[in-house]
Structure formats: C-alpha cells, structure tokens
C-alpha cells in the first residue's frame, strides 16, 4: 500500500496575542497566532518539520525532497536543496521546490504519492511551510499563523493511505502577491470568500465524495483549509458536517499557515483519530484540491508522539506588538540586518559540510569526535582516519555561557554557549528560544536549524542550540525552586 508513513511538524514557540495588534502590549491568555522568531523562515522551519518526520525511520531511502512555500526565502535558489543538506540525505537525491499558490503544499503531497506509485521513488520526504505577512494591524494580520509539516510517503507501513483524489482549478484574483509585495494582498473580503473559497471548496469535496460513493455523514474527520474561522464553519455546514467530524482549524492558537495549513490540520487530525478511520483533506487557492484517505492499523504508534499537540504546549508570549515587528524587520527605525558584503560564496561553498549539514568527522581509531573535521585527531594523533559524524541529531550540554547585550539583535540578550555534543568534541554557538533565567551550566540541549545572520541581503544559516524542554514546555531537568 502506499501512503503516509510518517509525519512531523514545527509551530514555533513565539505566540502574539490577538488582542496585542490593537492595544501594543501583549498579555497571556485570550486568542493569538503563532509567530516564526527572527532567526526562523521558511527553510528553518521545513527542516524542522523534517526532522520531526524522520525520527526512528532510516533516512538512505528517501529518494526525493519536495519543499512547498509561498514565503521560500529565495526568488532564484532551490530551497528543497537547503533542506537536502541540513538532514544530510544523500546525494542523489531528488530535489523540487513547489510555491506560487496556497495549494503548493497539497501539490507536493500528490506528486510525492504518484512518484512513488510509479516506482520512480522508493520513498518522498514532502515540506510545506509558510511565514506570511500581512499588513501591520490588518485583520488579515490576525487570521494568519507560521508553521511547517512533513510526510515521508512511501510502501512501507503506511499510517495512511489515499483512497480518492479529485481537483479543480479555478482561476481568480483572490489572493496574491506580486514581485516586490512584502504583505498578502486580497481583494473585497464576501466576494473572495463567496466565489472564491466557498465555491470551490464545496464543489471539489462534494464531487470527491459523490465519486467516492461516500456520504458526509460516514466521514470520521474533515481537515478542510479556511481563510478564518467563520468562513470555515460555513463551509463544513455546506458539507453536512457535523462539529465533531469536523477537525478544528486552530484559529486563535495558531492561524493560517499558507500552504502547510491543510497539511498542518491532516497532521493534527492523524494525532486523534483510531484506525480504520475516513478523513476527508481539502486545500484551496485557484481551485481546491481534495483526498479521501483511511488510516491503517500503525498509527497509534506513530501517533502517541502527539506532534501538533506538543507544538501548541510548547509556546512563549512575545513581549509586545513592537517586539514582534522587530523580528519581522517591520520596526522603524530598526537595524539594517542586510547591511554588509555578508559570506562569500567560495567561503559557503568550503564549509558547507558544516555549516549547514552540522557534520563533524569521528575518528576511527578511537571514536573521538570533532567539529569542524579535522586531518589529525587530537586525542590518539591518527591522521586522515575519520569517517563523517552526523551530529545535528546528537544531543549535548552547556559548559558555560554569556549574555552579549552588546551585539545588535531584536531580542537581547544574544546567548553564546560553549557546548559540550554528546560524544565528546565542543562547539561554540548561540542559544535560540531560551529566557536568561532558564539557563545554567548542564542544561541538557538540542540543535535547531536557524538563521544567524542576513547581511548580503540573503539569509546566512548555522546551527543553534535550545533547550530540551518536555511535553509541556518546560526546559528539561529544571531545578525545583529552592
């Protein structure tokens, strides 16, 4: 059978409170959306999301990597090969960037499941991820949300498996963005949502199901993309659902996230559901796009990590509406973060291997690690005997630390850390998503994918390291207060 073997996703932990984009100061409790930090984008987040998917599974398979956004950081570079890079799949493999439409990342899913139905593909890692921008204190501002999802689809013990598929296309101006545009554009709210969403979300579910020979009533759960929360209701009403088939599309937690939204709620659907269970997935922009899958008897192991679950528990409060459009680099008068002749190429091209894939070298001699690799090992003195260290998936543990007040960031302290990676070699990085008052030596920690710096007016990604915190978010290990 093929399907879904797998899945992941990344919310990131910053949540602006609705109510912040009217009155400026941001309070706990009360609607928000999530918001991607300053040094998180679209790739950040995939690779996140990737990784999330991959765990426990063996990564020589994957056969082909497709990235779907419509924020990709690059008009001209291939997103899907960054992501390539940091999981350090091999490299052969396939590589395709999908965008220009919300359905960008339902597109990817379906030619992921026809690659692999024309054995073309053994296994398809599938990432979608967005982070929109609407205009400051817009309503759109309020309904969009920043996040990613991934599915590795393959033969081997689906959780999931597609039983029909149907699209229709559409063309309209709805909802776009020209070159040059920073913030979504739309056109009079009642007629998009009318002969736009509405039409064709009604019209391409209601034929999926009609073919399928299948009434709405049977479904056990609709994950169905909405421009915001009314609009959604409306819709599954038109379907004939009733509220607890229909999966809830977490405004006023995390918002629309573009082209992983759809994605993002089959995810969230996967992680409540039993076995033998119908789920109905529909995706909009220029058409609609809808799939009909059952799920198999594997998903209860697959579904306990409780992935989207885990990612709204795991959420910090930005500290006001001006701090939020400060990690956009929306703030006046803000630091030019593109200021300066950034990395060269040449010098990108030397460190890749580390820089982005976070690979060391291990000796095999005597198992000693390093970062960066090295020619001679300084623990037994032998020369060129190393084999590649993978260590973004290694764990590690903070030796010492400092507070940088003085490097320009939109959220100081900087935190620099000394780390020690489990297995024996140190490495020097900064500390993303911590409070100063969570920090302390031996704090166990994890490694994220980030961006640690934009000059050239291109993003510049390293490694950082942040806390390991549990299911509740809290940092792993915390000292009980004394």
């Not at 999802?149 to 689906?158: D, N, Y």
Request: proline share 5%; net charge negative; aromatic share 8%.
């Amino acid at each position: 059978m093929i399907g879904i073997s797998s899945y992941g996703v990344h919310i990131p932990r910053g949540r602006l409170p609705l109510a912040a984009i009217t009155r400026g100061h941001a309070e706990e409790g009360g609607p928000e959306r999530s918001v991607a930090g300053f040094d998180e984008d679209s790739v950040t987040m995939a690779i996140a999301a990737a990784a999330d998917c991959l765990e426990g599974f063996e990564r020589d398979p994957v056969d082909a990597v497709l990235f779907a956004s419509t924020t990709s950081p690059y008009r001209e570079k291939q997103a899907a090969a960054i992501v390539a890079k940091a999981l350090d799949l091999r490299r052969d493999v396939l590589s395709v960037d999908f965008g220009g439409s919300l359905r960008a990342g339902m597109s990817a899913l379906r030619s992921a499941l026809d690659a692999v139905a024309a054995g073309s593909a053994r296994s398809v890692l599938v990432v979608a991820a967005d982070c929109r921008m609407a205009a400051p204190r817009s309503a759109a501002e309020r309904n969009l949300g920043d996040g990613a999802v991934a599915f590795l689809v393959g033969c081997e013990a689906p959780v999931a498996v597609v039983e029909h598929r149907h699209s229709i296309t559409d063309e309209m101006l709805d909802v776009w963005r020209s070159d040059g545009d920073r913030f979504v554009q739309t056109w009079e709210e009642r007629f998009v949502v009318k002969h736009g969403y509405s039409e064709n979300v009604l019209e391409c579910a209601g034929e999926l199901l009609r073919r399928a020979g299948m009434e709405a009533a049977e479904l056990t759960r609709a994950a169905l993309y909405g421009p915001d929360a009314r609009s959604h209701a409306a819709v599954a009403r038109g379907l004939g659902l009733k509220p607890k088939q229909v999966q809830d599309p977490l405004f006023g937690r995390l918002g629309n996230c573009g082209a992983a939204f759809a994605p993002m709620l089959l995810a969230a659907a996967l992680d409540a559901v039993e076995p033998a269970s119908s789920l109905l997935l529909v995706a909009y922009g220029d058409g609609a796009d809808a799939m009909l899958l059952r799920t198999t008897g594997a998903l209860p192991a697959l579904a306990a990590r409780g992935s989207v679950g885990r990612g709204l528990e795991r959420r910090r409060c930005v500290s006001s509406y001006d701090a939020y459009l400060g990690a956009r680099n929306l703030a006046p008068g803000g630091f030019d973060r593109t200021a300066g002749a950034g990395v060269a190429a040449t010098v990108h091209y030397r460190d890749r291997d580390a820089d982005i894939g976070f690979c060391g070298a291990q000796c095999r001699r005597c198992g000693q690690l390093h970062f960066p690799a090295q020619r001679v090992c300084y623990q037994c003195g032998a020369k060129d005997d190393f084999e590649v260290a993978r260590l973004a998936g290694r764990g590690g543990r903070v030796m010492s630390y400092t507070f940088d007040y003085f490097f320009p960031t939109p959220e100081p302290p900087l935190v620099a850390t000394m780390i020690e990676i489990d297995g024996g070699c140190r490495v020097w990085m900064q500390m993303a998503d911590v409070s100063p008052d969570e920090l302390r030596c031996d704090l166990p920690v994890e490694f994220v994918f980030r961006k640690v710096h934009e000059t050239g007016g291109k993003p510049n990604y390293f490694w950082k390291c942040t806390p390991v915190r549990t299911g509740g978010g809290h940092v792993a290990g915390a000292r009980e207060e004394e």
